[in-house]
């Protein structure tokens, strides 16, 4: 699971309807292998219908979403929850962590669905808790933890398996600006480090700062799509223990 390449992905002629809804209306992305994109647009523009389909939740109405060379959205519900497993991490508003279960387990959760032996997802698991900068939070509950620290630790469960693309829905939306901006960076750097692709949906312009590109939705198309060319900041260095992440 654990690659360095990464595998370009993309949509062509994506639609989506939801009964007389048409959420998507024919799009088209290319998003290359390693690059960091930010899903704009008005809220009910289908931005998370896109994220969804592109990361194989959902299958679209017509079209195609391929990562590499494999055609991922006409495969059945379970090769693709295969692949969302073996290839994506996912970060949303509310983090979606297990409630009773502890920070490390909830990071091993993916791993030990994908088949790693349980003494090396929980080591893996506390190594990513400590780069997210939570590693002493390892055994608390999500209940027991700050939205900001519940973040990292959807942070470290996102990347831990070394996936080819992570999809963020509005990942700082539930915390408050500084936070938000916080977790916004670390989730930028370490997927970065990592190689890994990343798509973030949000409201926030400065959120969306943090990617190379900026794709925005108006009524289910491509309404702009713009390269924003912008030397990435550098990493949190006392959130971060630098070096290799894979
Ligand atoms: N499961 C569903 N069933 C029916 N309609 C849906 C469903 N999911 C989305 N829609 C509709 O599709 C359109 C696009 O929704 P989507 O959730 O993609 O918007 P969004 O851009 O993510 O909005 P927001 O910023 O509010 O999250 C909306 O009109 C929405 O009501
Ligand atoms: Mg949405």
């Given at each position: 699971?654990?690659?360095?390449?990464?595998a370009?992905?993309?949509g062509?002629?994506?639609?989506?309807?939801?009964?007389?809804?048409a959420?998507?209306?024919?799009?088209?992305?290319?998003?290359?292998?390693?690059?960091?994109?930010?899903?704009?647009?008005?809220?009910?523009?289908?931005?998370?219908?896109?994220?969804?389909?592109?990361?194989?939740?959902?299958?679209?109405?017509?079209?195609?979403?391929?990562?590499?060379?494999?055609?991922?959205?006409?495969?059945?519900?379970?090769?693709?929850?295969?692949?969302?497993?073996?290839?994506?991490?996912?970060?949303f508003?509310?983090?979606?962590?297990?409630?009773?279960?502890?920070?490390?387990e909830?990071?091993?959760?993916?791993?030990?669905?994908?088949?790693?032996?349980?003494?090396?997802?929980?080591?893996?698991?506390?190594?990513?808790?400590?780069?997210?900068?939570?590693?002493?939070?390892?055994?608390?509950?999500?209940?027991?933890?700050?939205?900001?620290?519940?973040?990292?630790?959807?942070?470290?469960?996102?990347?831990?398996?070394?996936?080819?693309?992570?999809?963020?829905?509005?990942?700082?939306?539930?915390?408050?600006?500084?936070?938000?901006?916080?977790?916004?960076?670390?989730?930028?750097?370490?997927?970065?480090?990592?190689?890994?692709?990343?798509?973030?949906?949000?409201?926030?312009?400065?959120?969306?700062?943090?990617?190379?590109?900026?794709?925005?939705?108006?009524?289910?198309?491509?309404?702009?799509?713009?390269?924003?060319?912008?030397?990435?900041?550098?990493?949190?260095?006392?959130?971060?223990?630098?070096?290799?992440?894979r």
């Amino acid at each position: 699971m654990n690659k360095n390449a990464t595998a370009p992905l993309a949509g062509r002629g994506l639609t989506k309807n939801f009964g007389q809804v048409a959420a998507l209306r024919g799009v088209d992305i290319d998003i290359a292998a390693g690059q960091s994109v930010a899903i704009m647009g008005p809220s009910g523009s289908g931005k998370s219908t896109l994220l969804h389909c592109l990361a194989g939740i959902i299958a679209p109405t017509s079209g195609q979403v391929t990562l590499g060379d494999q055609v991922i959205s006409s495969l059945s519900d379970a090769k693709r929850s295969r692949i969302r497993l073996t290839h994506f991490g996912f970060v949303f508003q509310d983090g979606q962590l297990v409630p009773e279960l502890p920070a490390r387990e909830n990071v091993a959760v993916p791993l030990l669905l994908a088949g790693v032996p349980r003494g090396q997802a929980l080591s893996t698991a506390d190594t990513w808790l400590e780069r997210l900068g939570v590693g002493t939070e390892r055994n608390r509950r999500p209940g027991e933890m700050s939205g900001g620290q519940l973040q990292r630790v959807a942070i470290a469960r996102a990347l831990a398996g070394g996936p080819d693309v992570v999809f963020a829905d509005e990942p700082t939306g539930a915390l408050d600006q500084a936070t938000g901006h916080e977790v916004m960076q670390i989730l930028s750097t370490t997927a970065q480090m990592s190689g890994a692709t990343l798509v973030v949906v949000t409201h926030d312009p400065l959120v969306a700062g943090w990617c190379d590109r900026l794709v925005e939705i108006r009524d289910g198309v491509i309404h702009a799509d713009t390269v924003t060319n912008q030397p990435r900041p550098r990493p949190v260095q006392d959130a971060l223990t630098g070096g290799e992440l894979r």
